[in-house]
């Protein structure tokens, strides 16, 4: 081969390969910030609770498993902790809002829906937060660690900093530090078997909510998931 041909041969390939990267970045980004939302089929997946945390009455109707990251930001912004991508997808969908503060207000509150929290490495830097928020779910103080890790979601790997997360919400922090001694490997496995459950229930990417089974992905509006419940409610 002459090295004209070779030089040519070289550029299509580097050509070839830039084309392959944006599009991987497009389709990420396609997939992980889905706003148009809606159920992905009518396949119920049956999905047990575990020893995930909760939040809502046991006997609510419906059950809503959400697998998800503390270190993604779609996740943190379907949470509604980060106005930055919330407002990136409010430019391509004006009446977005985050779905699990609604979900939260509307349904959870008031006895309808209960919600299962449940780990899946959509970015996976931020195993020390879920590590502390186990421990923390003995305390009864999840779900407000659930805000603030959420809050400062690119630290969230950084274990100094999600246990000043704890103490500002009146954990108590020597229960904490045994719980982190004493229960790493049983939280670490409980972890990963909650991802061995996403990748069993079809979980591509977070976040990744179930409404009664039925799959909705990305981090949608909440009107989307609000038509699903309201369906699920009056069936």
């Excluded at 945390?53 to 930001?73: K, N, R, Y």
């Excluded at 996976?124 to 421990?135: D, F, R, T, Y």
């Excluded at 670490?188 to 459950?197: A, H, V, W």
């Amino acid at each position: 081969m002459s090295e004209e041909n070779i030089k040519k041969s070289n550029a299509i390939w580097k050509y070839s390969a830039f084309v392959l990267v944006i599009l991987l970045i497009i389709g990420a980004f396609v997939y992980f910030g889905k706003s148009n939302g809606g159920v992905v089929n009518g396949e119920r997946v049956q999905i047990s609770v575990g020893n995930s945390p909760i939040l809502g009455q046991e006997s609510a109707p419906v059950t809503i498993v959400l697998f998800s990251d503390f270190s993604c930001p779609y996740c943190a912004a379907a949470s509604g902790q980060n106005e930055i991508v919330a407002s990136s997808l409010r430019q391509r969908d004006s009446s977005w809002k985050a779905p699990v503060s609604g979900i939260i207000r509307d349904y959870v509150d008031s006895g309808k829906a209960k919600i299962v929290f449940k780990y899946y490495p959509g970015h996976g830097l931020g195993q020390q937060a879920h590590l502390v928020s186990l421990c923390l779910n003995e305390q009864g103080l999840f779900w407000k660690f659930h805000d603030g890790a959420f809050a400062d979601y690119e630290s969230t790997n950084d274990l100094d900093k999600m246990k000043a997360i704890a103490e500002e919400i009146g954990a108590d922090m020597s229960l904490l530090e045994k719980c982190l001694t004493d229960n790493q490997q049983k939280y670490t496995k409980e972890l990963s078997d909650e991802i061995d459950e996403g990748k069993a229930a079809g979980v591509q990417g977070t976040p990744t909510f179930y409404v009664n089974g039925l799959k909705i992905e990305g981090a949608v509006s909440y009107s989307d998931i609000k038509k699903v419940i309201d369906f699920e409610l009056n069936e």
